[in-house]
């Protein structure tokens, strides 16, 4: 199936087989792209994203387990439960990387490496804004008997807001050059 976005660049064929039955087939004609990596970099660079959204996953994640008090503040939850959605999609990209190096369609480089551009700076944007809340409610809110865990919270969130960042020093590295 042709997404909506990608279907200029297709032509619908028909063709008649022995039964005389016809047969639609959506043939790619539109604009290739290359990736200015080798072979070897462009496997590096899947693997790379690999390793640093499963530790964003992970610390994110371990994040949410800290008990602290911000987390009953919605300006603290939600940007943290608002991360997951980009998330998927940051981890979804990554995944979509090819592993080869070759020309690409319009629809392989857009469900890859320009989604990991979007949506890399989309999650960075909800976790700052969470990372800016747990910060007022310290300065704030906060009870000063009780703030430890806090800290343990926040850290977790300035180190994948971290990695986010190198996600993005990674992409911003690639270009993607239309073929002739």
């Given at each position: 199936m042709?997404r909506?976005?990608?279907s200029?660049d297709?032509?619908v064929?028909?063709?008649?087989d022995e039964?005389?039955r016809e047969?639609?087939?959506?043939?790619?004609?539109?604009?290739?792209f290359?990736?200015?990596?080798?072979q070897?970099?462009i496997v590096?660079f899947?693997?790379?994203?690999?390793?640093?959204?499963?530790?964003i996953?992970v610390?994110?994640?371990?994040?949410?387990?800290?008990?602290t008090?911000?987390a009953n503040?919605?300006?603290?939850?939600?940007?943290?439960?608002?991360?997951?959605f980009?998330m998927?999609?940051?981890?979804?990209s990554i995944?979509?990387?090819p592993?080869?190096?070759?020309?690409?369609?319009?629809?392989e480089i857009?469900?890859s490496?320009e989604?990991?551009?979007?949506?890399?700076h989309?999650?960075l944007?909800f976790l700052?804004?969470g990372?800016?809340?747990?910060?007022?409610?310290?300065?704030?809110?906060?009870?000063v008997?009780?703030?430890?865990?806090?800290y343990?919270?926040?850290?977790?969130?300035?180190?994948?807001g971290?990695?986010i960042?190198?996600?993005?020093?990674?992409?911003?590295?690639i270009?993607i050059?239309k073929s002739?």
């Amino acid at each position: 199936m042709v997404r909506k976005k990608y279907s200029d660049d297709y032509e619908v064929v028909v063709k008649e087989d022995e039964k005389g039955r016809e047969k639609r087939t959506a043939v790619y004609r539109g604009d290739y792209f290359e990736v200015d990596l080798d072979q070897k970099g462009i496997v590096q660079f899947k693997n790379t994203c690999l390793l640093l959204i499963s530790l964003i996953i992970v610390f994110h994640i371990g994040a949410g387990f800290v008990t602290t008090q911000g987390a009953n503040q919605f300006y603290i939850s939600l940007p943290y439960a608002f991360v997951y959605f980009p998330m998927i999609y940051l981890a979804d990209s990554i995944w979509r990387c090819p592993k080869e190096n070759r020309k690409f369609t319009r629809k392989e480089i857009g469900l890859s490496y320009e989604r990991i551009k979007t949506t890399s700076h989309i999650v960075l944007s909800f976790l700052l804004i969470g990372i800016a809340g747990e910060i007022i409610f310290l300065l704030f809110f906060s009870d000063v008997v009780n703030y430890g865990m806090d800290y343990l919270y926040l850290a977790l969130e300035i180190l994948v807001g971290i990695l986010i960042l190198a996600v993005i020093k990674l992409q911003k590295q690639i270009s993607i050059i239309k073929s002739a």
